[in-house]
């Protein structure tokens, strides 16, 4: 047994609420029974150590059980959500997948076996050690999707030290690096995970109020859209504790704003990739965008501005593009970053800086001041290439009234100003129907 | 050869307006008159690359919006005239009935 330590713990914690699903609570010993039954199905199915396991679902009972188990199981584990159905026949190839076990509304299960023989040598290898794996798909924002392989042992191996026991709402789906972290951060501490079957500001509301929920984690995108839907006002938020946000930066209005509203809630800001994992983090207060990143298995450097990590739980690789590893270990965020002391500031993807004449822009900056403007419900930045100046820094905006295009444009760069370097004043802007988040809310800044 | 989809006196009023925008709203002074001797970039103009690049791309939009004229002004082409076609209003606007007349012609 691979998790004998995370059984044992939820031994433990027998009659406490493990998680939430559909608003009904099901304990850890529930989820205990669950995983002797599937331990008996998959035998049954044939389906044991090495094989490529797809779960097709979210933080039911069943799919989380059957999650658990597989571990156990020493299967290589592929989850897939409904966000990525188009993309699915490329990702079950991608990853060699020989059984997807499926999941409809009420947790209901269907298995299906495909013929397929595992040849990618980094899946062989995982087999060889006899090691459970876990196969993350990046979101692919930003070009082509890579499909991370991860020993699923050296991952977990964080959750062993005991933090704190939260009732926590899923945010991000078991698909993603964060919902994994989320999901095994509770367990192993006796907390709730708490799932919403939308990511509605209305109905996440609603679940906080009736679960009180005590962690939120959460994106910035997510954040913008609770304080334009003033979904905070419609319920009690007060079981409230802590918000976390990460996954793209963090424009400042945006947090000035949620302090603001939630002055006793903690604020902290969390950093990870799914090559890598989640880093242990602490925001220098909840006002502050500022940041210490690393933890125990991870060491940072900064290399020309750009944050660099080696981590013990990193991914073997790839399995469908060369590794991002230097011959040390070590791994190019992409991420550029101001330093302050032990403290860092995220400021952007390398790829998404634009550069003005030889100035660099940074997106979320320019965002968080057009933010603040009247009748603006969301922004994204972009930068777009012109043989004038290199590039320039176009803005697409969500408005909450129609306005006219030429009076908009007039007001955006008064607003601007005052408040942005000419440089930075958005030179195209252009006024949009269409959302700009994607299905895991985060921001689209495709040109 | 046809008459083009929108009079020189026409653009001559688009160029100045964007110009006249992009002047107020980056808080530049404005001349006393404005016309197509009016000079844009380069040695004594009124605008630098900047103040340039948002009068081009608001021209764009503007001809889209208003006459549904798809055109591209600052491109490599532009770029490599022998006389630039940012110099002036009137380099524009002739610029303009350039493009426009090409682009016509194709239909």
Redesign the interface.
């Given at each position: 047994m691979s998790i004998a330590w995370l059984r044992e713990r939820m031994e433990q914690f027998a009659d406490h609420p493990a998680i939430v699903w559909n608003d009904h609570p099901y304990p850890y010993r529930d989820l205990l029974a669950r995983m002797q039954a599937w331990h008996a199905a998959l035998d049954q199915h044939d389906v044991g150590p090495g094989h490529v396991v797809t779960i097709e679902g979210d933080y039911s009972p069943n799919a989380v059980s059957l999650l658990l188990t597989l571990i156990e199981h020493n299967t290589i584990v592929v989850p897939l959500t409904r966000s990525v159905a188009a993309q699915r026949d490329e990702f079950l190839a991608i990853a060699e997948v020989q059984v997807v076990v499926s999941f409809d509304d009420n947790d209901q299960w269907r298995i299906e076996r495909r013929a397929v023989a595992v040849t990618n040598p980094l899946t062989r290898q995982l087999i060889e050690r006899g090691h459970p794996g876990l196969v993350l798909f990046s979101s692919g924002s930003t070009g082509k999707s890579k499909a991370a392989l991860h020993d699923f042992i050296p991952l977990l191996e964080k959750f062993q030290v005991p933090r704190h026991r939260r009732v926590t709402l899923t945010f991000l789906l078991l698909d993603h690096i964060g919902g994994i972290n989320t999901l095994f951060y509770t367990l192993a501490n006796g907390g709730t995970v708490v799932a919403v079957q939308s990511r509605d500001p209305d109905v996440v509301c609603r679940a906080i109020e009736t679960h009180r929920v005590q962690t939120l984690p959460t994106s910035p995108t997510f954040l913008n859209l609770l304080l334009i839907s003033e979904a905070y006002r419609r319920y009690d938020l007060s079981s409230l504790e802590l918000i976390t946000y990460g996954t793209e930066v963090m424009p400042e209005s945006t947090l000035h704003r949620i302090h603001d509203l939630f002055p006793n809630v903690q604020l902290l800001q969390t950093y990870g990739l799914s090559e890598l994992g989640i880093l242990r983090s602490k925001s220098r207060d909840s006002n502050s965008l500022w940041v210490k990143v690393g933890g125990e298995g991870f060491e940072t450097k900064i290399v020309d501005g750009v944050l660099w990590v080696r981590a013990k739980s990193a991914m073997l690789g790839y399995l469908n593009a060369p590794s991002p590893f230097d011959e040390e270990g070590w791994m190019n965020t992409q991420d550029v970053v101001e330093v302050d002391g032990e403290y860092i500031r995220i400021l952007g993807r390398r790829s998404e800086i634009i550069n003005?004449?030889g100035q660099k822009v940074y997106p979320a900056e320019v965002e968080s001041v057009l933010l603040q403007m009247p009748n603006v419900k969301d922004v994204a930045v972009v930068g777009e290439s012109?043989?004038?100046?290199g590039q320039?820094v176009t803005a697409r905006f969500n408005l909450f009234e129609p306005e006219d295009?030429?009076e908009f444009?007039?007001r955006v760069?008064?607003f601007c100003?005052d408040r942005l370097a000419?440089?930075k004043i958005p030179?195209?802007i252009i006024i949009t129907e269409n959302e700009q988040h994607s299905a895991r809310f985060k921001k689209m800044r495709k040109a | 050869m046809t008459s083009l989809p929108v009079s020189r006196t026409n653009l001559a009023n688009l160029v100045i307006t964007s110009l006249r925008?992009v002047l107020?709203?980056?808080?530049r002074p404005l001349p006393a008159t404005i016309d197509e001797s009016t000079l844009l970039f380069g040695k004594g103009a009124l605008l630098d690359?900047?103040a340039?690049?948002?009068m081009?791309?608001?021209l764009e939009?503007?001809l889209e919006?208003e006459y549904g004229l798809a055109l591209t002004l600052?491109?490599?082409r532009?770029?490599s005239q022998r006389n630039s076609p940012f110099r002036s209003v009137g380099a524009l606007v002739d610029y303009l009935e350039q493009l426009i007349t090409e682009e016509h012609g194709r239909d």
């Open positions: 003005v004449g012109n043989p004038i100046t320039i295009p030429n444009k007039r760069r008064a100003r000419p440089y030179v195209k | 925008d107020e709203q980056s808080g690359s900047l340039l690049v948002t081009v791309v608001d939009q503007r919006e600052a491109d490599d532009a770029m």
